[in-house]
């Protein structure tokens, strides 16, 4: 088993930043790619970014592309996304996930673990 728990997330207004982490715990050498997700009230959950964890390969969905950037510390065994340019559209509770596929991949359904999520708002 892997246990995820995110942290970072809160209140700031459009044009602001955040940075959220997720720290990995457990049987980590399993994981192989980290995922970044979003659920916004009465929405699906949506795809953000994902890292490949030892390739550092990374993917954006192209609504945060530019403005957001996904990174990990493998010592720390912690991925984190630096949101910028926060937008009211971006108000959401944040999921980290990981998943033992290889490939950076959008499908929620894929990953294996999850976090309990944290909530962020950008006020207009």
């Known amino acids: 088993q892997v246990q995820l728990v995110e942290s970072g997330g809160g209140l700031v207004q459009a044009g602001g930043s955040l940075r959220l982490s997720c720290a990995a715990s457990?049987?980590?050498?399993?994981?192989?790619?980290m995922g970044w997700f979003r659920q916004a009230p009465g929405a699906e959950r949506e795809f953000v970014a994902g890292i490949g964890w030892k390739t550092g390969k990374t993917d954006y969905a192209d609504s945060v592309k530019g403005r957001f950037s996904i990174s990990r510390d493998n010592a720390k065994n912690t991925v984190y996304l630096q949101m910028n340019s926060l937008e009211p559209g971006d108000t959401a509770v944040y999921y980290c996930a990981a998943t033992r596929n290889w490939f950076v991949i959008r499908s929620s359904s894929l990953y294996d673990y999850w976090g309990q999520g944290t909530q962020v708002t950008v006020s207009s």
């Open positions: 457990g049987r980590t050498q399993s994981v192989n790619t």
